[in-house]
């Protein structure tokens, strides 16, 4: 099980990455009763069958990680949103992508913390591979500013994200979208 929300968001980005996606987007949306998620990506996608399978924890298709006997993404996440009073959904269609909903019901005790935003971001435009990230952040309820991040967008602007050189730049730059 993860610490934080931003350990299952992390993780979802690097399933779609993984699932061959190259386009994956990223909606945060803050309320002041919770953080709702949604992650959409064009990767393989799943039939219905592989995705009641997603959800079991005692299954895993061996082929992503050959040697694990379980796959704990998806059902941890599952728990985490049911046992908090939150709510989960996701919708997959064979070669077309994966839909995920979260609602994390932030004033409920047992829901995690929310985590740092800023290295989660920072940790999904760093991923190698060649594949867009669109982050959408807003909040309705006021108080900040909405803001997107698109990593087409930044690289053009600073280059190759994993050099020494451009990687405190985008911390920061990122950093400063979320005190906005």
Do not use: W
């Amino acid at each position: 099980m993860h610490f934080a929300i931003c350990d299952y968001i992390l993780d979802m980005v690097q399933n779609s990455l993984e699932a061959g996606a190259d386009l994956v987007e990223l909606n945060l949306t803050e309320r002041y009763n919770g953080l709702t998620l949604i992650l959409k990506d064009n990767g393989c996608g799943m039939t219905e069958v592989e995705l009641e399978r997603a959800k079991d924890p005692f299954y895993t298709d061996g082929v992503k990680h050959a040697s694990r006997k379980v796959g704990l993404g998806i059902p941890f996440l599952i728990q985490m949103a049911e046992t908090s009073e939150g709510m989960f959904d996701i919708k997959s269609e064979k070669g077309v992508g994966t839909e995920v909903t979260v609602f994390f019901n932030t004033s409920n005790i047992d829901t995690p913390p929310v985590g740092d935003l800023v290295s989660l971001f920072f940790q999904a435009m760093t991923f190698d591979g060649s594949y867009e990230l669109i982050v959408n952040r807003q909040f309705p309820s006021g108080g900040k500013e909405n803001y997107d991040l698109v990593r087409s967008q930044l690289k053009e602007i600073l280059g190759d994200l994993n050099r020494a050189e451009t990687m405190g730049l985008l911390r920061d730059f990122i950093a400063s979208q979320e005190e906005n």
